[in-house]
C-alpha cells in the first residue's frame, strides 16, 4: 500500500528541506520536480520561507540572560532559606503533634480496654442496703477504680436474682446477685450480697454485707 | 596537546539535576545558563512578547526548580524544561487573549492588542506592498505574525523544529506526541503559512 505522505509532494519537500529524505524517496521527488515546473516553484517558495523561518530562529532577542540567570537564581535561594525555614519552623511542631497524636490514640484504646474488659472499669468494694431511704432493689454502692473514681453513693442496682430474706421477708431486701453498673457502657461488676440484716430505723449508715 | 583544562567533562544534565537535589544551588546556576537562550527563543516565539517571554521563562526554571523532585529521568531536564515553558506559554496566551490585555510592543502585534494580526483589516495606504515586505525584513514580521496565529500544536512544533532546531525526537517528548505527528505539524504549519503569504 502507497503511503498518502509518499505523494504528498509538499510533504515530501518538507522533509526534503529538513534533510529527512534520502533514496528513493528522494529520487522520486527530484523525478518529480524535473517534469513539474509549479512543484519547482513550491520548493522555491518553501525554500525562501525557511530562509526566513532560519533568520527568525537566529534573532536577537536582546535579554540581558546575565540579569535573568541572576534573578532566577536568587529567587531560587529565597525559596531554599524560605523551604529550610518552614522545615525548621514547622518540625517541632509536627513532632509535639505527633506525639500528642500517640498520647490520644493511646489513651483511647486504654479508655476502649477499660470499658470493654470485664472488670476493668471499676471494682465494687461494697454494696449496702438503706432500707429506710431507699426502694428496694436500690443499693449504696461504693466503686473504686481506674475510670471510676471512688463514687459512693445511690447507683442503680438491678438486681437480677431477688431473693426475699429469710431473716426479714417483709423487707425484702436484694440478696444473692447484684449488678452494678458502671459507666456508659453499661459495664457491670458484679457482687454477690449476702442476705440482709435488719436495719435500726432511721439508719444512714451503710450496712456492709 | 590538549590542554588540562579541556579534558575536564562538563557534568551532564542528570549529574546536575542530582547535584540540586543533593543542596548545590549553583549546579541549577548552570542548568539555567545551559538552557536560558533556547528558553527565551521558543517563548518568544509563542508568545511575541518580550516581557512575557521574560516572565513565561524565568517562571518555567522556578517551576522546574520547584517540582525537581519529581523529574524521573535528570538526562531528561532539557525537554522536561521545555514541557514546563511551552505549557506555561500556552496558559498564557489563554489567560492573555481572555483579557485582552493592552500591547506592551506593538510593532509586532495586531490592532486588536491580542497578540493576533487581523488579517481582514483592509490594508493601510502607507504600509508597504507584499511584495516589498516579502523582499525585505518585513517579511519575517508577517511570518512572526502568521506564525502567532497557527494553531498551538504546529507552532511549537515548528517553533522548536524548524525555527530553534531541536532534535525531533525531542519536539515529540515535549509535545507528548510521535514524531511522525511533529514531521506532520512541522509540514501543516509550513503550509499554512505559505498559503496565508501567499495571499498577502
Known amino acids: ?209 | 596537546m590538549e590542554n588540562k583544562a579541556d579534558m575536564v567533562q562538563e557534568p551532564t544534565d542528570g549529574q546536575l539535576v542530582f547535584r540540586v537535589r543533593g543542596g548545590q544551588a549553583a549546579a541549577f546556576d548552570e542548568l539555567v545558563r545551559r538552557y536560558q537562550r533556547q528558553a527565551a527563543a521558543v517563548a518568544y516565539r509563542l508568545l511575541n512578547n518580550r516581557d512575557d517571554t521574560m516572565e513565561v521563562s524565568q517562571e518555567a526554571f522556578l517551576r522546574a526548580y520547584d517540582k525537581l523532585d519529581t523529574l524521573d529521568k535528570p538526562e531528561r531536564f532539557g525537554p522536561w524544561l521545555m514541557r514546563i515553558l511551552s505549557n506555561l506559554a500556552l496558559n498564557r496566551r489563554r489567560s492573555r487573549s481572555l483579557r485582552k490585555m493592552a500591547s506592551l510592543d506593538a510593532p509586532l502585534r495586531g490592532a486588536d492588542g491580542d497578540g493576533r494580526a487581523d488579517w481582514t483589516d483592509p490594508p493601510d495606504a502607507n504600509m508597504p506592498t507584499p511584495l516589498a515586505q516579502a523582499a525585505g525584513a518585513d517579511m519575517r514580521e508577517l511570518l512572526a505574525r502568521a506564525i502567532d496565529e497557527l494553531p498551538e500544536m504546529q507552532k511549537q512544533a515548528l517553533v522548536m523544529f524548524s525555527l530553534q532546531k531541536m532534535p525531533q525526537k525531542q519536539v515529540a517528548e515535549i509535545l507528548d506526541c510521535s514524531v511522525e505527528a511533529v514531521k506532520w505539524h512541522v509540514f501543516t504549519a509550513r503550509k499554512k503559512l505559505k498559503d496565508k503569504l501567499a495571499d498577502l
Open chain 1, 1 to 209: 500500500m502507497v503511503d498518502k505522505r509518499e505523494t504528498n509532494w509538499e510533504f515530501q519537500i518538507s522533509q526534503y528541506l529538513d534533510g529527512l529524505l534520502d533514496g528513493p524517496a528522494l529520487a522520486r521527488l527530484q523525478a518529480r520536480l524535473e517534469e513539474d515546473p509549479q512543484l519547482r516553484e513550491t520548493l522555491r517558495q518553501y525554500q525562501l520561507m525557511q530562509e526566513q523561518l532560519d533568520a527568525l530562529g537566529r534573532e536577537d532577542l536582546a535579554i540581558d540572560f546575565d540579569a535573568q540567570r541572576a534573578e532566577i537564581m536568587a529567587e531560587v535561594r529565597r525559596r531554599r532559606t524560605r523551604g529550610s525555614w518552614r522545615a525548621r519552623a514547622v518540625r517541632p511542631v509536627l513532632i509535639a503533634l505527633s506525639v500528642a497524636a500517640v498520647v490520644v490514640v493511646a489513651w483511647g484504646v486504654l479508655t476502649i480496654a477499660r470499658w470493654t474488659l470485664p472488670g476493668q472499669a471499676g471494682r465494687v468494694e461494697s454494696v449496702a442496703l438503706r432500707p429506710a431511704a431507699l426502694q428496694q432493689g436500690q443499693a449504696v454502692a461504693s466503686v473504686v477504680g481506674p475510670l471510676v473514681d471512688n463514687i459512693k453513693g445511690v447507683v442503680s442496682v438491678q438486681a437480677r436474682r431477688m431473693q426475699a430474706s429469710p431473716s426479714n421477708p417483709a423487707k425484702s431486701s436484694p440478696a444473692g446477685l447484684v449488678v452494678v453498673s458502671v459507666g456508659a457502657t453499661g459495664q457491670a461488676e458484679e457482687c454477690e450480697t449476702k442476705e440482709s440484716q435488719a436495719l435500726p430505723p432511721n439508719d444512714t449508715d451503710t450496712y456492709w454485707f
